[in-house]
């Protein structure tokens, strides 16, 4: 059974960096045929696509977002990872992992994150 | 960007009612299309793919329909556990994926 575990710190002070792991059990990343993908909802709104990556590295971002985001994968932990920088209380949010072949088919608990000092 | 509209935001029905959701593009997606059902205080869980696809393990009162830029979300006879917010996705506009605001079916 395919598992996603998003971990990371739940509090981040504006204008620092959110970094956030997903840990992937039941699923090797490296077999490939999956997009590896983050998504986040601020509470009470809508989900918004953030980006993907794919185990070789490849990557794609969310346009209005591409400047400040950064993730990487590594296959030899089974984990995938987001940064986003400069963060604001405009991203205080729920932030998922998920796994993308035809269509968002397996998700992580979701983490909050919340940006204040 | 394809701009994904849900309508309506919220729908008040009661249990064994049959419940339309309505999902519109602002272009044309094809077939493109998925459906997730979000219960409070969970991640979303994916209902339909390829606009008319159920999921594995999806019950069958759940059925999706359309194509180009209209799509339509049908559960047969509403059952409590039904209560939740419904949120369409769109994942034709290459690679960028966008979702509906959702629509949340609440009991009346």
């Known amino acids: 059974q395919v598992q996603l575990q998003e971990s990371g710190p739940g509090l981040v002070e504006p204008s620092q960096t959110l970094s956030l792991t997903c840990t992937v059990s039941g699923n090797s990343i490296r077999s490939g045929g999956y997009y590896w993908t983050w998504l986040r909802q601020v509470p009470g709104k809508g989900l918004e696509w953030l980006g993907f990556i794919y185990y070789t590295g490849s990557i794609d971002y969310n346009p209005s977002l591409k400047s400040r985001l950064d993730m990487s994968v590594d296959t030899s932990e089974n984990q995938f990872s987001l940064k986003l920088t400069s963060v604001t209380a405009a991203d205080t949010a729920v932030y998922y992992c998920?796994?993308?072949?035809?269509?968002?088919?397996?998700w992580g608990q979701g983490i909050l994150v919340t940006v204040s000092s | 960007e394809v701009v994904m509209t849900q309508s309506p935001a919220t729908l008040s029905v009661s249990p064994g009612e049959r419940v339309t959701l309505s999902c519109r593009a602002s272009?044309?997606?094809?077939?493109?299309l998925a459906w997730y059902q979000q219960r409070p205080g969970q991640a979303p869980r994916l209902l339909i793919y390829g606009a008319s696809t159920r999921a594995a393990g999806v019950p069958a009162r759940f059925s999706g329909s359309g194509s180009g830029t209209d799509f339509t979300l049908t559960i047969s006879s509403l059952q409590s556990e039904d209560f939740a917010v419904y949120h369409c996705?769109?994942?034709?506009?290459?690679?960028?994926?966008?979702f509906g605001q959702g629509t949340k079916v609440q009991m009346k």
């Open positions: 272009q044309s997606i094809s077939s493109n």
């Open positions: 996705q769109q994942y034709n506009g290459w690679p960028w994926r966008t």
């Open positions: 998920a796994r993308e072949g035809v269509a968002f088919e397996y």
